[in-house]
């Protein structure tokens, strides 16, 4: 039974631009192999700019970084990165949350 359900709006609970910050740089590490020729550095802060605040579906966001960097990748291939990726990285937030709040 759902007891309550929290909105966070305004990042109070999450901060979303370090979360995300930090879930794209693991992410560029999973696609290394694929990504040799892009700075990490330059692939974070375009993805970051691309994606708009969460605003930007991210098979548009794939799309444009695979059109602007000429990686070998098709949207979904990099989607799924996101999708299998996302759970394991949702695991170590949510350490990092329960560590914050025995504290």
Known sequence: ???AVIFDLYGTLLNRDSFVRSFI???YERLKPHL???L???YV???????NHGYVWKDE???QLIEEYSIMLSPQKMLNYVVNGFA?????A???TRRWKST
């Open 45 to 51: 802060h375009r993805f970051i700019e691309l994606d």
């Open 40 to 42: 990490k550095e330059n």
């Open 36 to 38: 040799p020729h892009i």
């Open 61 to 63: 966001v794939y799309q």
């Open 88 to 92: 394991d990285f949702n695991v170590i």
């Open 94 to 96: 949510n350490e990092g």
């Open 1 to 3: 039974m759902i007891k």
């Open 25 to 27: 740089d693991q992410q």
